[in-house]
């Protein structure tokens, strides 16, 4: 079974602009949760989607969003972009919320200059 | 509130001698524990969780865990290292029986000296 996908592994954007990142759960998980993971900071719950709907918010400003497709395919897109934002960006999936384990993917580096 | 302490960010062990990775945990309910590696460049990579059914966990790569409760602790051990076992490693808590919302420690960077 494929595991999760995120793209692209990659990104470079300056201050202002907005991106959009994807995430391709595995096959049958219907529970996606993101993560910003940074140096100074760690690794910080972003915010958690099932069937189509956001479960839980962590403590970031609005410019971060989300959604999640009814093939349970997710993304997330943040807006008006600042350096503080450069971050790697993991996106983990579960076959419920209500199951303990999350399997990550490889992450999405951005780059802000 | 839920919240995971690492207690060494960086740990050194010659190959083939025994690793600890330690770890204190807060919960104010019964906690489901894990243990993640991460490896430069690459994704979360789960080694064990602890899901109350037993104490001692077992994980891959000959890693496991012992769940203390009166200690609060979850530590990480090997009894041999392995140069492919340098990473950073995550102590991990989240709800009993949730994925929801996982609570990272701040990591342990373990490197394997020749």
Known sequence: KAGVTQTPRYL????GQQVTLSCSPISGHRSVSWYQQTPGQGLQFLFEYFSETQRNKGNFPGRFSGR???NSRSEM???TLELGDSALYLCASSPAVTTDTQYFGPGTRLTVL | AQSVTQLDSHVSVSEGTPVLLRCNYSSSYSPSLFWYV???????QLLLKYTSAAT???GINGFEAEFKKSETS????KPSAHMSDAAEYFCVVSPAGSARQLTFGSGTQLTVLP
Do not use: A, W
């Not at chain 1, 470079?12 to 201050?15: D, F, N, V, W």
């Open chain 1, 68 to 70: 999640q497709f009814s």
């Open chain 1, 77 to 79: 897109n943040v807006s």
């Open chain 1, 12 to 15: 470079i954007k300056t201050r």
């Open chain 2, 38 to 44: 991460q490896h430069p460049n690459k994704g979360l």
């Open chain 2, 74 to 77: 979850f530590h990480l051990t």
């Open chain 2, 56 to 58: 001692l966990v077992k």
